[in-house]
């Protein structure tokens, strides 16, 4: 990895967890999200840079996400180690009702690497936070993905679509975006 990467650069994984694969979502994009999220975790652990996991804990009681639920686990590429922490929401950004902020200060950590679920909910969420708060934050577009939606007019959104105009309207603003496999091989 190239060394302009500061060391304590973290991997934020963002709500990688088993609740995503319920059919209630619908159709979604990026399959591959998981495998190349998998593979940056293991670039991270193995270079012994710092990584964070987000778990939605939802307060919806339909949600598949629900804490005593077991949608509310991560999956097992995602699968926190001892020694990375974890992070339990119940909005869209990680940086609401956490301590992720003050951690990452308190680490000296300015620069933060994100994947995750979904797209346009708790990625773009986070990612604008991030931006807003001074850290310098990196947005891998194939270590995320999102879900085909229906609008307030009931027009179909292909998650495709959805999940480009996030990553476009987050560019240059709130991050720079970049790819897996750009990361691993700068």
């Excluded at 020694?83 to 009702?97: C, D, H, L, Q, R």
């Excluded at 000296?108 to 708790?122: A, K, N, Q, R, S």
């Amino acid at each position: 990895m190239d060394n302009s990467i500061p060391s304590n650069t973290v991997l934020l994984i963002i709500d990688v967890q088993q609740g995503f694969d319920d059919p209630k979502w619908g159709r979604r994009n990026n399959l591959d999200a998981e495998a190349n999220i998998s593979r940056l975790i293991n670039l991270w652990r193995s270079e012994k840079r710092p990584v964070i996991h987000i778990q939605h804990c939802s307060v919806e009681p339909d949600s598949p996400l629900r804490p005593e639920l077991p949608g509310c686990q991560f999956k097992p590429e995602a699968t926190p180690i001892e020694g990375e922490p974890v992070f339990k929401k119940t909005v869209n950004s990680a940086f609401i009702g956490t301590e992720l902020e003050s951690y990452l200060r308190d680490n000296g950590i300015e620069h933060i690497v994100i994947v995750g679920l979904t797209t346009d909910h708790c990625v773009s969420t986070t990612t604008r936070m991030a931006g807003n708060l001074g850290f310098k934050a990196l947005l891998v577009s194939d270590a995320t993905a999102t879900f085909d939606r229906k609008g307030p007019d009931q027009k179909e959104y292909m998650a495709e679509d959805i999940h480009s105009i996030h990553i476009t309207s987050l560019n240059g603003e709130f991050c720079n975006v970049i790819t897996t496999d750009s990361l691993i091989s700068a």
